[in-house]
Nanobody, 121 residues
Framework: QVQLVESGGGLVQAGGSLRLSCAAS????????MGWFRQAPGKEREFVAA????????DYAHSVKGRFTISRDNAKNTVYLQMNSLKPEDTAVYYC??????????????WGQGTQVTVSS
């Protein structure tokens, strides 16, 4: 069982940056791949980024590649999402998830409660 708590969301102007954190409970954090997903109002939850258990492999959605960076610190049971050059279309609730390495919602077993990111134009 893994419990996930996101933080770091907020309101930022277009072009700005935010760093999301996701703190995990449990001693098995390092055995899970971690992902970030987002969901805008009226839209389906979509993949943003993923990182494997060691941090040696990462994957990004095309829409965020080159702007967002996912990383993890297994000693701190935490995964991060550094978001730069934010755009209004990045506005959404951002969720972290633990499970198998991939870009599909179905590959992840555990989810956080989400943190709101709002980018103003």
């Amino acid at each position: 069982q893994v419990q996930l708590v996101e933080s770091g969301g907020g309101l930022v102007q277009a072009g700005g940056s935010l760093r999301l954190s996701c703190a995990a409970s449990g001693r098995t954090f390092s055995s899970y791949a971690m992902g970030w997903f987002r969901q805008a109002p009226g839209k389906e939850r979509e993949f943003v980024a993923a990182i494997n258990w060691s941090g040696g492999s990462t994957d990004y959605a095309h829409s965020v590649k080159g702007r967002f960076t996912i990383s993890r610190d297994n000693a701190k049971n935490t995964v991060y999402l550094q978001m730069n050059s934010l755009k209004p279309e990045d506005t959404a609730v951002y969720y972290c998830a633990a499970g198998f390495y991939g870009s599909s919602v179905s590959e992840y077993d555990y989810w956080g409660q989400g943190t709101q990111v709002t980018v103003s134009s």
